[in-house]
């Protein structure tokens, strides 16, 4: 069974505060891991897709990487509006060909 | 193209009665997904739907939930005899085809708050 576990729980940072969120996963075979921000009564929106231990990508202020064990989102002189609640989820060989399976989630709060 | 729409947004509804959901995805997206998402938990895989044909189903859907593609184009979601316990979030989300992992991820609609007293 896949598993995602998602650290903290809730983040509170100072506008101008980077900071890191980590996802950690045991999947059989990744296939590929996820990351969604997700604003209160929305659906998630996607962020990025990683592939391959090593692996980075990067949109504005947010930036993504990947281990054999683990993801990071590091987020860079947050702003206000970043504020939501960050998903990490995985899709691996087990539970079926399309079952992504999601985190709890990060809920980040930048103050101004 | 508006993205996913959900329909409708809030749904109240008493305890053994029957809520029909509508999913419209992204017209050229032939990928369609139910998730179902609890206060303070991530969104929980219920099936998904290549065109008209259901090719996956949680356990997590009961013979109480029952979802239709048509004509491989909107979708609904079905839940007969409701319990207090279907009190969630139901998102829709579709997807491009053809790639062996899901390179864009899945674009969610806004989704459907299901509340049964």
């Known amino acids: 069974e896949d598993q995602v576990t998602q650290s903290p729980e809730a983040l509170r940072l100072q506008e101008g505060e980077s900071s890191s969120l980590n996802c950690s996963y045991t999947?059989?075979?990744?296939?590929?891991l996820f990351w969604y921000r997700q604003d209160p009564g929305k659906g998630p929106e996607f962020l990025f897709t990683?592939?391959?231990a090593g692996e980075e990508k990067e949109k504005e202020r947010l930036k993504a990487t990947l281990t054999k064990k683990e993801s990071f989102l590091h987020i860079t002189a947050p702003k206000p509006e970043d504020s939501a609640t960050y998903l990490c989820?995985?899709?691996?060989?087990?539970?079926?060909?399309?079952?992504?399976?999601f985190g709890t989630g990060t809920k980040l709060q930048v103050i101004p | 193209d508006t993205g996913v729409s959900q329909d409708p947004r809030h749904k109240i509804t008493k305890r053994g009665q029957n809520v029909t959901f509508r999913c419209d995805p992204i017209?050229?997206?032939?990928?369609l997904y139910w998730y179902r998402q609890t206060l303070g938990q991530g969104p929980e895989f219920l099936t998904y739907?290549?065109?008209?044909?259901?090719?996956?189903k949680s356990r997590l859907l009961s013979d109480r939930f029952s979802a239709e593609r048509p004509k491989g184009s909107f979708s609904t979601l079905e839940i007969q005899r409701t319990e207090q316990g279907d009190s969630a979030m139901y998102l829709c989300?579709?997807?491009?085809?053809?790639?062996?992992?899901?390179?864009?991820?899945?674009?969610f609609g806004s989704g459907t708050r299901l509340t049964v007293v």
């Open positions: 989300a579709s997807s491009l085809v053809g790639s062996y992992v899901v390179n864009y991820g899945y674009t």
């Open positions: 999947v059989s075979g990744l296939r590929g």
């Open positions: 990683l592939y391959s």
């Open positions: 989820a995985v899709q691996g060989h087990s539970g079926g060909y399309q079952k992504v399976t």
């Open positions: 017209s050229e997206h032939n990928r």
């Open positions: 739907f290549q065109n008209e044909a259901q090719l996956e």
